[in-house]
Nanobody
Framework: QVQLVESGGGLVQPGGSLKLSCAAS????????MYWYRQAPGKERELVAS???????NYMDSVKGRFTISRDNAKGTVYLQMNSLKPEDTAVYYC?????WGQGTQVTVAS
């Protein structure tokens, strides 16, 4: 299984931006779909965005127009650019590839 490591989380004010990265232990050329999930305290994990090997993207409704998922196959990295952040975006963000999950990175949106 591929190993995944997320980074880029932190504390940001409402309206701010963060860019998350998910680095894989090997090339992701052969991985069809890469995903970003998030889990807020007391809530279930939810799918935020996905990107296929053909760069087809999908987003949950609440982040459309604010978040952008991208992938760099050569670098084995998937990104999540998050703009216009809201307090309700506060969560631990996880990367997933097939059955592999990263350890997560905390994103906190607060004044």
């Amino acid at each position: 299984q591929v190993q995944l490591v997320e980074s880029g989380g932190g504390l940001v004010q409402p309206g701010g931006s963060l860019k998350l990265s998910c680095a894989a232990s090997r090339s992701i050329f052969g991985i069809n779909v890469m995903y970003w999930y998030r889990q807020a305290p007391g809530k279930e994990r939810e799918l935020v965005a996905s990107i296929s090997s053909r760069y087809i993207t999908n987003y949950m409704d609440s982040v459309k127009g604010r978040f952008t998922i991208s992938r760099d196959n050569a670098k084995g990295t998937v990104y999540l650019q998050m703009n216009s952040l809201k307090p309700e975006d506060t969560a631990v963000y996880y990367c997933r590839a097939d059955a592999s999950w990263g350890q997560g990175t905390q994103v906190t949106v607060a004044s």
